[in-house]
């Protein structure tokens, strides 16, 4: 399936705030897990119905829930019940091929980008939907697959990190969506040292296979570039959002995800061009080395030319030529063509040609 635009008949001309999952599932069973914190108390724990969030609502602490997982059409229902929360919001939410952006809406923001890993095995991106719904007490985040990269997230809650023990939704909306930007970075930077060890090896030893490679990078880098580039439109505008949600004083926070989006997509593009110019390096490398062989071989013939042209008429096949029985005629030749082989060597490199 391609891996940038996907697009399926049957949802052409579906309403736009129509509850259906588009995407790939990814996990059999939905996974719904609460953190709910203030600066002294923390309470961490999986659910299995959509009921028991009702009790978090009205809390004066901070509720982060998680969901894992977007197929199943009851639960999105019923938190969009729970939450009030506009049918296109979650319509938004269940389409997992959606362009990264932000929308403000009545009681809600809703923020979704693309969140990046890199696949040793396979040498790919793996790329995964994330969509966050911003309230005053309660942030839902929306994931396609069990397994993130908020972990650290939830380790400062844990040890009881003052700044975002004592932040609302808006600074936990910018510490995910910082760690989102920064494993962006990650990801280039792996992908940069496999290009740059490319760059050393091209020089060396420039093979057949390294194009396939290039290619590939070239491949990868592309659909790098594919999310970053709304992403960093969706972060710009963030961070010059007028919200209810989001207090004056962590605007700067979110102004500082301009940087680290910028940096991100400067270095997705700036790999690109030296990929690019890695491909120009290889084909003038090998036409230099067929250049070098021409020559070789240009030189050698133009030598051989006259002496068999001499070898020609010194063995033509007639009674009456000069010196044919000279007993030293056949030295003579010997002598000429050695002449002539220096003398053209010579010639050449005053030229240099050589």
Not at 10 to 39: C, H, M, T, W, Y
Not at 44 to 64: A, F, G, L, M
Not at 133 to 138: E, G, R, Y
């Amino acid at each position: 399936m391609t891996r940038f635009i996907k697009k399926r008949k049957q949802d052409i001309g579906i309403s736009p705030d129509e509850l259906i999952f588009r995407g790939d599932k990814k996990i059999n069973q939905v996974l719904l897990r609460i953190i709910d914190f203030d600066a002294n108390n923390l309470n961490e724990k999986s659910i299995e119905t959509v009921n028991e969030i009702n009790q978090y609502k009205n809390e004066s602490t901070v509720t982060w829930l998680n969901i894992d997982g977007l197929h199943n059409l009851e639960i999105i229902k019923e938190i969009s019940s729970s939450f009030n929360l506009d049918r296109l919001v979650m319509s938004e939410v269940m389409n997992t091929e959606a362009r990264p952006k932000i929308t403000d809406y009545d009681n809600c923001t809703l923020i979704s980008l693309k969140m990046l890993q890199y696949d040793n095995e396979s040498e790919s991106i793996i790329v995964e939907n994330l969509s966050l719904i911003l309230t005053k007490s309660v942030l839902i985040t929306f994931q396609e697959k069990k397994g993130d990269v908020f972990e650290p997230i939830r380790e400062r809650i844990r040890k009881n990190k003052k700044r975002i023990r004592n932040g609302g939704t808006d600074y936990l909306t910018f510490s995910l969506l910082d760690i989102v930007i920064d494993n962006y970075l990650y990801v280039i930077s792996l992908l940069g040292e496999k290009i740059e060890t490319l760059e050393e090896n091209l020089l060396q030893n420039p093979k057949h296979e390294v194009i396939n490679e290039i290619n590939s990078y070239k491949h990868e880098l592309n659909y790098l570039r594919k999310n970053i580039k709304p992403a960093k439109e969706m972060i710009f505008t963030l961070a010059k959002m007028e919200s209810e949600y989001i207090d004056d004083s962590n605007h700067v926070h979110f102004k500082e995800l301009q940087d680290n989006i910028s940096q991100a997509s400067e270095s997705s593009d700036s790999y690109r061009e030296i990929l690019s110019d890695q491909l120009n390096i290889y084909h003038t490398t090998i036409s230099s080395k067929l250049n070098d062989i021409m020559k070789f071989l240009t030189v050698f013939s133009v030598i051989f030319i006259p002496l068999t042209f001499i070898a020609g008429i010194y063995g033509t096949n007639f009674d009456n030529v000069p010196e044919l029985h000279y007993k030293y005629s056949y030295f003579i030749m010997w002598g000429l063509f050695i002449f002539i082989v220096l003398g053209m060597l010579l010639y050449f490199r005053n030229k240099k040609w050589l």
